[in-house]
């Protein structure tokens, strides 16, 4: 669970006191924890976006300025007037110091290779016709991104299809088998979710082992839920 960065401050306050002579003003001294957080441990991004990051502070009455940005490494996650950008893969840690009430928070940010395109060609590829459902809901291009993996190596997207009327994802991916390995050299084929806006991905329950066949058809889609 994500820790909240804490500091007691003393607070004058000013309060009003009934006396013989009628209503005087008086100065007390109170304390109050002010804590700053920035919510998570870690942020999954991609290539050539851009993440702005808002610390939260108790309580809200307490000032959002005076925020000094930082990264542990440039040439993977750069910052500029709060605003990073991923340049390439690897991890990198994102601080936050407020030098007015001199508190600090910190997460780690994973860059990640854009899903896109999987940068090669490969010989042989294996067709999957999906209905996809993430959370009980269809699949939206606009909120969420789909790949297949083997491994951690990207071999195919998901597209967003329609046929008579009907939604469907198609995944092709690539391999250089042409099929199933009698050897016992197969390879497993996962499936991926990624949470444009809420920075995040997950791992659907359901694989397949790469055979160079297609799975799923038009009329009966294969199901990816999460």
């Not at 991890?91 to 899903?115: F, G, H, K, T």
């Not at 967003?160 to 939604?167: D, F, I, R, T, V």
Request: proline share 4%; with cysteine; net charge negative.
């Amino acid at each position: 669970m994500k820790k909240t960065a804490n500091r007691i401050l003393t607070v004058l306050l000013t309060t009003l006191s009934l006396t013989s002579c009628g209503l005087m003003e008086m100065d007390t001294e109170e304390l109050v924890a002010v804590g700053m957080s920035l919510g998570r441990d870690s942020l999954y991004i991609m290539v050539g976006d851009q993440l702005e990051l808002t610390p939260v502070f108790t309580p809200d009455t307490v000032t959002q300025s005076g925020i000094l940005w930082t990264t542990s490494d440039d040439d993977i996650l750069a910052v500029s007037d709060g605003v990073f950008t991923a340049l390439r893969p690897g991890w990198a840690q994102v601080r936050a110091e407020n030098i007015s009430y001199m508190l600090e928070d910190s997460c780690m940010v994973c860059v990640m290779p854009r899903w896109e395109t999987t940068g090669r060609e490969y010989p042989y590829e294996m067709l999957v016709y999906a209905d996809v459902t993430v959370g009980g809901q269809p699949f939206n291009p606009e909120t969420m991104m789909l790949a297949a993996f083997v491994d951690d190596e990207l071999r195919g997207t998901g597209q967003l299809m329609e046929w008579k009327g009907k939604n469907y994802v198609r995944f092709r991916v690539g391999s250089e088998m042409r099929g199933t390995d009698s050897g016992g050299n197969n390879e497993e084929v996962s499936f991926r979710v990624y949470y444009r806006r809420e920075l995040r991905y997950a791992v659907f329950p359901q694989s397949l082992e790469y055979d160079g066949e297609a799975h799923g058809t038009l009329s009966n889609l294969y199901k990816l839920s999460i």
